[in-house]
């Protein structure tokens, strides 16, 4: 709202110098000229904007009449010197001359016309161009502290907003490490409670039933001896079902695909990952084709990176193992495997006769004892080697 104010403040100024003179055509002319040449500095951007300007102080020098007006044009003349600087105190060259020029213009145009006017018009002429100039500065220094204010905010809300992204991802690291931690502690308490109190209540078992067998011919102890062998056998599955628990638990699908995935250097090897709660068997499986697929890819391809992506679907997980190995390359596979395959024994003959190798044969039986699709190809349209791999859900295999 400043600007407008202040341009209808210099237009009143300058209307007050038509009381010193006898209005003429070149008066009209003049105000016509200065609100034009104001308004096409307010509507056109670069050096367009200082067209109108320089115009009007070529007509004022050549008609004074019609520099009663200037004043409006003097407040935009040094606008526009002023908008050539940048935010930090430079100047942009040329605009920075052209803004130089319109103003000496507006000097030379308003010195010429002082003297051509009556004494009352050119002081009325003279004060209003002085009050301009101080306006003009005056919005000048405020649209620059606007501008300041804001840039100095964007920046504030950026580095807001960058350090929310920062404590956002810390927060997340630190999830997942303390995840991770408490399934490498509960495998470490499976491992513990197996290797030691499953022992030895399998050893007490095993004690019991010795000493069933030994005393026999005394019913009087057998009987005494059958619900603590009954009761320690119940403690061991006990023990067994809580260790499987524990371990299961314990075993996190992505963790185990990233361990495998860091083995395979120099291969590069990218994971996508979107799957919740895969059953311990299913992630088996993924796991142990995964291994596969990526052993095969170094073995036998050429390949200088792979592509590991698990999705689970409403119906099915879905696991799929890329890479970037050349056709020819994977060709040789099939025959490598299988003539290694030939002279393994009888397992292998079903392996070779079809001319693929053991590991494929190896991954497809674990996918289908799951009731799951398996497919190992080449990819035409892109080169490359793709292991596909889809298990449906329990409540799917059910139905």
């Known amino acids: 709202m400043e600007r407008p104010l202040d341009k209808i403040i210099v237009c009143l100024g300058s209307l007050v110098a038509l009381a010193f003179v006898d209005v003429s055509t070149y ?17 056109t951007t670069g050096r367009h904007r ?9 007509l004022a020098v050549v008609r004074p009449r ?67 100039a101080m306006l ?35 927060r997340d690291r630190q999830d997942y490490e303390v995840h991770v931690a408490t399934l490498t502690e509960r495998g470490r308490i499976a491992r513990e409670i197996h290797d030691n109190v499953g022992h030895l209540l399998t050893r007490a078992v095993l004690q019991t039933e010795a000493l069933r067998v030994a005393h026999a011919e005394d019913p009087a102890l057998a009987r005494e001896l059958e619900p603590l062998a009954a009761t320690l056998s119940e403690a ?23 361990a ?58 879905q696991l799929t193992v890329t890479d970037n190995g050349s056709t020819r390359a994977r060709c040789d596979e ?11 024994g009888a397992r292998s003959v079903g392996a070779a006769s079809d001319g ?6 190896s991954m497809e039986e674990r996918v289908t004892a799951l009731g799951g699709t398996f497919r190992a190809e080449h990819v035409a349209e892109r080169g490359g080697w793709r292991v596909f791999v889809a298990l449906p859900k329990e409540e799917e295999r059910a139905a």
Request: hydrophobic content about 45%.
């Open 136 to 170: 003009s500065r005056r919005t000048t220094h405020v649209l620059e502290r606007e501008k300041e204010q804001t840039s100095a905010r964007d920046t504030l809300r950026e580095h807001s907003l960058a350090l929310e992204a920062k404590n956002r991802d810390l």
């Open 50 to 58: 200082r067209v109108g300007l320089a115009a009007f102080c070529v």
């Open 356 to 361: 693929r190798g053991m590991g494929l044969h």
């Open 260 to 317: 495998c995935a860091a083995r395979c250097a120099p291969l590069d090897v990218q994971l996508d990952y979107a799957a919740d709660d895969v059953p311990t068997p299913v992630a088996l499986c993924f796991i142990a084709v995964t291994r596969e697929a990526l052993a095969n890819t170094l073995r036998h391809s050429n390949a200088t990176a792979a592509h590991v992506r698990v999705v689970e679907y409403p119906a099915l997980y």
């Open 334 to 344: 099939a025959s490598s495997d299988a003539n290694e395959a030939e002279g393994v």
């Open 27 to 43: 008066e009209v002319v003049g105000l016509l000229a200065s609100i034009i040449a104001a308004a096409l500095f307010e509507l």
């Open 236 to 258: 061991l599955s006990s023990v067994r079902t809580s260790v499987h628990a524990l371990h299961d638990d314990a075993f996190d699908l992505e963790e185990q695909l990233r």
């Open 66 to 132: 019609t520099a009663l007006f200037l004043p409006l044009v003097v407040y935009d003349c040094l606008r526009t010197h002023d908008a050539s600087r940048s935010h930090d105190g430079t100047h942009d060259a040329p605009h920075d001359r052209d803004g130089a020029l319109v103003c000496v213009l507006a000097a030379v145009a308003l010195i010429a016309a002082l003297p051509r006017l009556p004494l009352g018009a050119a002081a009325v002429l003279a004060c209003v161009s002085a009050t301009a």
